[in-house]
Structure formats: structure tokens, C-alpha cells
């Protein structure tokens, strides 16, 4: 049997018969990994919500979550959600910091919260300092990863590791398979400016010891020549460096940005949102052979087949 599914509750053990396949759904930023799956009402099969449910397929781990939603209609089918850890990240708090790491945010979060921890990277950059008043757990950390983003110029992934959050670089996250027209059924292509796209950044600093207003520019005349002005305007915070993050602010943003949706991809369960993996089309008249960041990702195992639909994004098929 390929597919292995695991319900425990308490110290019973339950391995369902499934109806009509199993769907993993993750995405790169706010939502935790999802588990769905039908199986008939039993009343030997005593489930409910909170049971941890696992998944492996070829012998492979794939999912660790728990039952979040159980929908049972007429016909006795009942319908089942599940999430891993990353679902306790929907809660709100209040997180006050100052010099840490996007690695010791997340480290406190898990800790605070009970979570399983994995293996967490050493991001380097230090916040100076954050007030994080009734927000998310999702918005604390994507604050901090986006603060390490704009000034380390790395982006980095979390996700859930089989049952332990784990945070990785995208760099780290390569997964070699190839996208290409013969493992991709069908796809939809973008290229626009029109979001998340510039060409000058201005950053300001209002020095209370000078009473001057510092004025930090970076841009590229050649775009701006080919879209106008696209510009990035931002205050900057107590002990930023301002040349070094407008530099890397205009390198995140200076290109166009394309998305790439392919479905009924050959499946591969190391594929998920946050994973990198390479694309070899012609697409827009051109031969493209990139790696490309996996935004979101569906797998689908059904009738002993096993296919994914991939949302990819690049600036300029660079990442």
C-alpha cells in the first residue's frame, strides 16, 4: 500500500480505509499545512477533534497534524480537515523584543506556545527592536522575517517539519526535480510591474541629534528609463543602515515579477511551499531554466497516482 494514514486517539490507533483520495495543501507565508481526506462513519472508528493524524506515502513521512474539522453528510462520508503546528500561529499576543534574531522570535514563539521545535537556521541579522501589540504569531514572525529579508537580503522559510517547526533559506530548500512541459499537464503565466515592483527606493531618518532629515537613494535608470518611476518610500528605524538596505531593497524589488501556476505535475512529496525548484520552459519567446520559489503547492494522491499543482514565483525567473 502506498498511502499510510494514521489516526490516534489516546492510545487507540485507527488506520481508515480512505474514500476518494487524500489532498496536502501548504503555503510559503500565513497558513499552516492542510490535510483533507473522506472515510466512512464506522462506529468502531471513534475520532474526534484534537486527534494527531499521520501520514507517509511510499514509506515516505509527509504530514504530522492534527483534526481540526469533521463534516459527515448523508451518506455517511465524513469529510476531515487537518492542520500541523503551524495552526497555533493563528493565535494573537503581544511580544515586546529588542536585539534578537528572526531565529530567537520564532525559538520564544515556540516555546511560549508548547510547540515541537525542529531545526531552526541561524538567521544573523539583529532586530534592534520590535512592539508586536495583539498581533499574530504569523504577522510577529513574518515582521521579523521580512526585517531580515530587507536587510541580509535572504529570505527565509517556515514550515513544519513532520511534527516540529523547522526554519530554513531558501537556498537550502532546492529540491532537484524539474518542471518542465512534459511533467506539467497545464500552466498559466504573468509578467507585470504593476505590484511589488520598483526601481528607486527612498528611505529617510529623522536624526533627533542633528535635526536633520537623512535621505538614503538607490535606483536604477535603466528601469526607470523602461517603466518610469516605481518608487519605494519607507522611514527607516534606530540603527538601520540605510545605503546597505536601500541597496538590497532595490535588488529585492528591481524586476518584473512572474508567476508561473502548473497543474498535474508528476508528484514529489520533498515539494512543498517554500521549496525551490527548477523550471524548464519556453515561455514568452524565451528558454527559461531557473529555479523558482514554490509559493503554494497541492499534492493530490488518488488511485495510486500521485500529481501536485504548483504556484511558482520569480522576479525575472530569479529568486
Known amino acids: 500500500m502506498e498511502t499510510e494514514l494514521i489516526i490516534q486517539n489516546g492510545k487507540k490507533v485507527y488506520c481508515p480505509a480512505v474514500q476518494e483520495g487524500i489532498e496536502w495543501s501548504t503555503e510559503r507565508s500565513g497558513s499552516p499545512g492542510q490535510l483533507t481526506f473522506k472515510i466512512l462513519e464506522d462506529k468502531k472508528l471513534n475520532i474526534t477533534e484534537g486527534n494527531a493524524v499521520r501520514f507517509k506515502y511510499k514509506g515516505k513521512k509527509v504530514f504530522y497534524g492534527f483534526i481540526f474539522t469533521r463534516k459527515i453528510d448523508s451518506d455517511g ?3 476531515v ?3 500541523d503546528q503551524l495552526r497555533y500561529l493563528k493565535n494573537k499576543d503581544t511580544y515586546v523584543y529588542e536585539n534578537k534574531t528572526l531565529t530567537q522570535v520564532v525559538k520564544r514563539i515556540v516555546t511560549d506556545f508548547s510547540l515541537r521545535k525542529g531545526k531552526l537556521e541561524q538567521t544573523g541579522y539583529v532586530i534592534p527592536s520590535r512592539v508586536e501589540d495583539g ?8 515582521n521579523a522575517q521580512d526585517l531580515t529579508m530587507v536587510n541580509k537580503g535572504k529570505l527565509y522559510v517556515l514550515y513544519d517539519d513532520f511534527g516540529k517547526i ?3 533559506s531558501i537556498g537550502n530548500m532546492k529540491v532537484n526535480i524539474v518542471i518542465d512541459r512534459d511533467t506539467g499537464q497545464k500552466y498559466d503565466y504573468t509578467s507585470s510591474i504593476d505590484s511589488d515592483t520598483y526601481n528607486q527606493v527612498k528611505l529617510y531618518f529623522d536624526n533627533e541629534k542633528t535635526g536633520c532629515r537623512e535621505i538614503y537613494i538607490a535606483k536604477s535608470s535603466k528601469n526607470i528609463n523602461a517603466w518610469g518611476v516605481l518608487q519605494y518610500y519607507e522611514k527607516l528605524q534606530e540603527g538601520e543602515n540605510g545605503k546597505v538596505k536601500a541597496d538590497t531593497l532595490l535588488d529585492l524589488y528591481n524586476a518584473r515579477k512572474k508567476n508561473l501556476s502548473v497543474s498535474q505535475a508528476v508528484g514529489d512529496h520533498r515539494v512543498r511551499a517554500g521549496s525551490m525548484v527548477v523550471v524548464s520552459m519556453k515561455i514568452d519567446n524565451k528558454k527559461i531554466l531557473q529555479y523558482m520559489l514554490v509559493e503554494k503547492c497541492k499534492h493530490v494522491y488518488r488511485d495510486n497516482e500521485h500529481w501536485m499543482d504548483l504556484t511558482l514565483r520569480g522576479g525575472d525567473f530569479c529568486v
Open 77 to 79: 462520508i465524513v469529510s
Open 166 to 168: 523547522a526554519l530554513k
Open 135 to 142: 498581533q499574530t504569531l504569523f504577522d510577529i514572525i513574518a
Open 81 to 83: 480537515t487537518a492542520y
